[in-house]
């Protein structure tokens, strides 16, 4: 049976090397630079601050969630809920409430 395979794979390896040279000459990795904006914006000090800080800013900037329009205590629950869920957000449950009240809370105070 070795002596068998032993052929075989060598005709297959001398075939199929040509093709891998071909290809690694054809591939050229190149480095590339991003440049990010620049992003400190927290959101602002007040009850819950923390947890919005902790929990959001991973994925969100201050700026995108302090531009939203006002929304309900509902649809707030909705959003967080749903980051949870469909984006998988790592948001700990205890601090579902908390962030909910800070967002309806920052909403009237704009």
Not at 53 to 62: E, G, P
Not at 68 to 78: V, Y
């Amino acid at each position: 049976m070795l002596r068998r395979a032993l052929p075989i794979t060598f005709v297959t390896v001398s075939v199929l090397a040509p093709l891998c040279t071909q290809a690694d000459d054809r591939l050229q990795l190149k480095s590339v630079n991003v440049d990010l904006p620049f992003g400190d914006r927290r959101f602002p000090d007040g009850p819950g601050s923390d947890a919005v800080n902790n929990n959001c800013l991973a994925c969100h900037s201050a700026g995108m969630v302090l531009n939203q329009p006002m929304l309900s205590r509902a649809q707030w629950r909705a959003e967080v809920d749903k980051m949870r869920t469909a984006y998988k957000a790592p948001i700990d449950p205890k601090d579902v409430d908390t962030i909910v009240a800070y967002l309806v809370a920052l909403g009237g105070a704009r």
